[in-house]
């Protein structure tokens, strides 16, 4: 089982929050700010309860609650791991859904272990982001990948790229080692697919009313091979994780329970 949201969350595991880098260098550490508040406000965590600190970028620190106080923790550092960078990195280019289903597709995409998420403006997508309302759902998307990588105990956060439009797609189609398209008509099965041992796979997940015949066109052009996940039609807001659960299944990543000190 994947140390991430596709088992249950236990209710023994101590909560994760975000710091600087540079704040888990030394053996005390003071978190404030909206992490300090969430923490000794709404969590209400006191002295002799267990925290763990996240850089996000691959730094995690075991700590202990000293003291608390009104918006901010002071905590002591037990024990310090640094986790890689992955040789094999998955992104999914996500078409713009409706509603709040982006969201949805971020939270678990995250939670699963996707590297990077990356907002598609495909043709036929509904929804659009443009001006302030778009720079709010770009926001509202960080702000999800964030909670949930926390809620999954993620050393890394995931990347949530600017949104692309097809054009922009089609050069990182080009220079991954693997490129798919999600097509319900596509020939080949993606748990068939070979997984390369590093570099970039980037799946490709369209929007509800489907990828135009354009898109997909130069997608595969680019390199990406139409492969379909089974006899079912999946929602644009979950086939990106299904996606990446049959491939990160296939990878290793997987195979690494919990490191010891997080149950």
């Known amino acids: ?36 508040r969430h923490a000794a406000t709404v969590r209400r965590l006191g002295p002799g309860e267990r925290v763990d600190l996240s850089d996000g970028s691959g730094l995690m620190a075991e700590c202990v609650v000293t003291a608390a106080r009104a918006g901010a923790l002071e905590l002591v550092v037990r024990s310090r791991r640094s986790q890689p960078r992955p040789d094999l990195t998955l992104v999914v ?92 008509a596509g020939q080949v099965a993606l748990a068939h697919l070979p997984v390369p041992a590093s570099g970039e796979i980037v799946v490709v997940v369209g929007p509800e009313g489907g990828v135009s015949p354009t898109e997909t066109g130069a997608l595969v052009a680019a390199g990406a091979v139409r ?27 997987w195979d690494t329970p919990l490191a010891a000190g997080q149950s």
Do not use: N, Y
Request: with cysteine.
């Open 227 to 253: 492969a379909c996940l089974g006899p079912t039609v999946l929602r644009t807001s979950s086939a990106g994780v299904v996606a990446a659960a049959v491939l990160l299944s296939r990878t290793g990543r």
């Open 1 to 36: 089982m994947p140390s991430g949201a596709l088992q249950a969350s236990g209710t023994s595991t101590p909560p994760v929050f975000l710091c600087a880098t540079a704040d888990l260098a030394g053996d005390v550490v003071v978190l404030g700010g909206s992490e300090g």
């Open 93 to 184: 280019a996500q078409a713009l859904p409706k509603g709040d289903r982006g969201q949805l597709a971020v939270e678990l995409m995250t939670e699963a272990g996707v590297d990077a998420i990356v907002p598609w403006a495909a043709q036929h997508c509904v929804t659009r982001w443009e001006g302030e309302r778009g720079a709010r759902s770009a926001q509202r998307w960080q702000a999800t990948a964030r909670e949930a990588a926390k809620q999954a105990r993620r050393a890394w956060l995931p990347e949530v790229a600017p949104l692309v439009s097809t054009a922009g797609l089609l050069t990182r189609v080009a220079q991954a080692r693997l490129a798919v398209l999600l097509d319900p």
